[in-house]
Every structure is written in structure tokens, then in C-alpha cells.
């Protein structure tokens, strides 16, 4: 195929040198003359193992066109990738004047190829890092209008996302662990994206916009979480003259539980009797060192606006003085321990806002609670006998709310129900 790309910087060109590997011939677009003159003398702008002799052998063999024309690109090519920078504003949001620049031009250049032949087609697949809703406003605000008036669609939108790192940016093109393709709806396929992820063997996820463009933050910030969290760690380790190395292989090779899809699904809140005050002695340690490591010391501050997420969604679905069942007090599903539950949060919450509640939990035995456990739940809840049902076959509800995941069946009366274990 021919292909676009428009934007020759890093993922731009990490993606040219991949795609010319492939056979495809790449028309690369971008609007400094002196860039596109160092490529023409086969000199690349960036450092990346691989690339600058993958161009190399693309300009020696015609295979990679070089111009700051976008009419060109566009009517020489089957589609474009748009990998133009989106970098931090002052504001700390993205700069997304270069992408709505060369949309424009694209937009104005189909326009343009369809007016000299009605059976044009186009495909725009943006590679640039977007915030969830660019995409469906850039095909709101320019790309649409490409459409009225005329018989046959002439154009299809897509995001997907690049997961390319530096120094691997090749191998992660060849091998990636996932490829994610945007569109406004995701039954819409991209033929020229299938053709060109078609040797891949990896899983492909089809997804709306937005789920598309979110994909890329969640991934960046959890990286980046990690990096910051390792160096807390070791941080607080060379503190007690811990071997950091020796603890840190530890940590990685329990695959079951640290480094996993376990804890990665968000509902509700964390509790228990280790989580929070686990948490609460490391901070306590890094402190008694002057270690300032923030990410530790806000786990708990985090967790607790989440319970207050989960509380202001609950009540805004609620009508005044309502009869509420929580289905779930325990702070997992599988125990009755109660300690520090969100739950037993939410509930006081409730209560305070004029609704009546019953707990519902057939997890817990009121006859076999015993110690800490028995100790916490009657000091944050005094009268929760009382509001502890075995039964509710013979109660009706306003709302049922579920905190995990218990049966509790349809024929229960209750105007809504609100899951709060999934969000």
C-alpha cells in the first residue's frame, strides 16, 4: 500500500522504518523543510536502533517520498497516519493545535480528490496521543462534513494508539502486546489497518473512540506509577540497609498476586484488617527517615475519596428518606471480616443523609463474631443487630445497593439497584 504519515518525529518515523520494512511505500509529510532535507541526505533526526537504516534503504529505492505537500500525500496514498506532537500547554492539558492543522488539511484535501472523482476513499487513523472525546469532536468539527451531500462514504476515522518505547520502538511494531483501533462504532473496520497489523499475532481489540484514547493514559500513567512507586520502595529500603535487589525479585516473581491482573478491576474501595494498616506503618517508616515519598503517603487519602466517590453516586440516584438494602458489609467477598470495610463508610453515610438501611450479608454471622472484628463493627455501627437481616424475602426496598457480588434475587422488590463492585 501506500501510506501517508504525517508528522516525521519519533513515532512518525519509528513507524515509516516498520512499515517500509513491511513492502509499503510511505509518502511522509511534514511541514519543516530541513527535516525533510536531512532525509533526502539520508540522515535521520532521531536515535533509534534500526530506524535510519530502514529509511535509508526506503530513500535509496523510492520507497520513501518526502514532501510538505498534504493534496499530494493524501491523493497518493490509500490512508494517513497522523503522528504529529500533542505536547503539555501551560495548562498542563495537550497542545492539540497541530493535530486540528493537519486534520484540516487532510479534510481539505478529500475534499478536494472527491470532487475529481466521486469514488474516492480515505482512511485517517490518528497515532497521536489524544484525551478521551478529541477524536469524535475532530469528525464532529471538520471531518464530517466530507460526507453530506454525496452517495458513497468517502472517508473513515480511526485512533489507534502507539505503544511504541524508545530504544524498542522496532521490536515493539513487530511484537506488540496489544493493538487497539478506535472508530465511532466499533463493528467499523479499518481495511487498511487489518492489512497492516494482518502478520500480527497479538490481541486486537475493536473499540469506540474514547475507549481507544484512554487506553494510552491508563497505560503511561500506570507505567509511571510503577517507576514511582520502585524507587519509593528502594528508597525506604536503603534507608534499613535492605538488599533492594534481593526483595525486589521477590516482589516480581509472585505472578499470582503482584504482578497480575489481581486488585486491577475498579469497584470498591479497599479495606481489610492488612491493607490500610500495612500502609499506615510504611508511611510511618518513610517518615521517621524524612523520606517524602508521596505516593505512599497518599494511598490512603486516595482510597478514601474513592469511598466518597461511591458514596455521592449512590445518593444522587436515591430519592429522599429512602429504605436502602446493602447487600455486602464485609470488605470481600469469601470472609466476614469487617474491619475498616468502605462499606460500613457508605452506610453511615447513608444514615446521615436521612435514609433507613439493612444490611444484608450472608457472609456474616452475628453468632460468630468475635475479637477486632466484633469490636470494630458495633463501635462504627452501635445498633447493627438490628439492621442485620437473615432474610429479605419478606421485605420490600427502595434501592438495593450491591457492594459484591451476592445473589440477590430479582423477586426482591427494589426500584433500583446500584452495583457498586464493578464501575
Request: charged letters at 25%; glycine letters at 6%; proline letters at 3%.
Given at each position: 500500500m501506500n501510506i501517508a504519515i504525517f508528522g516525521?518525529?519519533?513515532?512518525?518515523?519509528?513507524?515509516?522504518?516498520c512499515l517500509l520494512k513491511q513492502g509499503h511505500t510511505i509518502i511522509g509529510v511534514d511541514v519543516s523543510e530541513r527535516k525533510l532535507r536531512m532525509l533526502r541526505d539520508k540522515i535521520c533526526p532521531i536515535e533509534e536502533q534500526g530506524v535510519s537504516e530502514l529509511l535509508e534503504v526506503g530513500v535509496d529505492q523510492d520507497k520513501l517520498i518526502l514532501?510538505?505537500?498534504?493534496?499530494?500525500?493524501?491523493?497518493?496514498?490509500?490512508?494517513?497516519?497522523?503522528?504529529?506532537g500533542t505536547p503539555s500547554s501551560q495548562s498542563g492539558d495537550h497542545n492539540m493545535s497541530f493535530v486540528l492543522n493537519v486534520s484540516q488539511q487532510i479534510a481539505d484535501a478529500i475534499d478536494k480528490c472527491s470532487k475529481l472523482d466521486s469514488s474516492f476513499y480515505h482512511e485517517i487513523v490518528f497515532r497521536s496521543t489524544f484525551r478521551p472525546g478529541t477524536s469524535e469532536g475532530l469528525h464532529n468539527?471538520?471531518?464530517?462534513?466530507?460526507?453530506?451531500?454525496?452517495?458513497?462514504?468517502?472517508?473513515?476515522?480511526?485512533?489507534?494508539?502507539?505503544?511504541l518505547r524508545e530504544s524498542s520502538a522496532i521490536d515493539d511494531f513487530f511484537n506488540p502486546p496489544k493493538i487497539v483501533i478506535g472508530s465511532r462504532e466499533p463493528s467499523i473496520r479499518s481495511k487498511c489497518l487489518d492489512e497492516v497489523y494482518g502478520f500480527v499475532n497479538c490481541p486486537k481489540?475493536?473499540?469506540?473512540?474514547?475507549?481507544?484514547?484512554?487506553?494510552?493514559?491508563?497505560?503511561n500513567s500506570f507505567h509511571a506509577l510503577k517507576v514511582a512507586y520502585?524507587?519509593?520502595?528502594?528508597?525506604?529500603?536503603?534507608?534499613q540497609k535492605i538488599n533492594t535487589k534481593e526483595v525486589f525479585e521477590i516482589f516480581l516473581n509472585d505472578t499470582k498476586l503482584n504482578?497480575?491482573?489481581?486488585?486491577?478491576?475498579?469497584?470498591?474501595?479497599?479495606?481489610?484488617?492488612?491493607?490500610?494498616?500495612?500502609?499506615?506503618?510504611?508511611?510511618v517508616l518513610a517518615d521517621k527517615h524524612g523520606l517524602n515519598c508521596r505516593l505512599i503517603e497518599n494511598i490512603l487519602d486516595s482510597n478514601y475519596a474513592h469511598i466518597e466517590y461511591l458514596s455521592n453516586y449512590t445518593m444522587s440516584q436515591l430519592e429522599e428518606n429512602?429504605?436502602?438494602?446493602?447487600?455486602?458489609?464485609?470488605?470481600?467477598?469469601?470472609?466476614?471480616?469487617?474491619?475498616e470495610s468502605p462499606v460500613v463508610y457508605l452506610i453511615n453515610k447513608f444514615e446521615s443523609h436521612g435514609h433507613t438501611v439493612f444490611i444484608f450479608d450472608p457472609e456474616v454471622n452475628r453468632e460468630k463474631l468475635h475479637g477486632q472484628n466484633q469490636a470494630f463493627i458495633f463501635q462504627k455501627i452501635p445498633d447493627f443487630e438490628s439492621k442485620l437481616i437473615s432474610s429479605i424475602d419478606n421485605y420490600s426496598f427502595d434501592a438495593i445497593v450491591e457492594t459484591k457480588k451476592l445473589h440477590v434475587p430479582e423477586s426482591i422488590s427494589g426500584k433500583k439497584r446500584i452495583a457498586l463492585y464493578e464501575i
Open positions: 516525521l518525529g519519533y513515532v512518525g518515523l519509528a513507524s515509516a522504518a514532501t510538505s505537500d498534504s493534496n499530494f500525500a493524501v491523493e497518493n496514498s490509500s490512508f494517513s497516519f497522523v503522528c504529529v468539527s471538520i471531518f464530517k462534513k466530507l460526507q453530506e451531500a454525496k452517495p458513497k462514504e468517502n472517508y473513515n476515522l480511526f485512533y489507534n494508539p502507539e505503544f481489540y475493536y473499540v469506540t473512540f474514547k475507549e481507544s484514547e484512554i487506553t494510552k493514559f491508563i497505560d520502585a524507587n519509593e520502595i528502594g528508597r525506604i529500603c536503603a534507608a504482578i497480575s491482573k489481581a486488585y486491577l478491576k475498579p469497584g470498591t474501595a479497599f479495606g481489610g484488617s492488612c491493607l490500610p494498616k500495612d500502609v499506615r506503618a510504611l508511611d429512602s429504605k436502602i438494602l446493602v447487600a455486602g458489609i464485609s470488605f470481600k467477598s469469601g470472609t466476614d471480616d469487617m474491619r
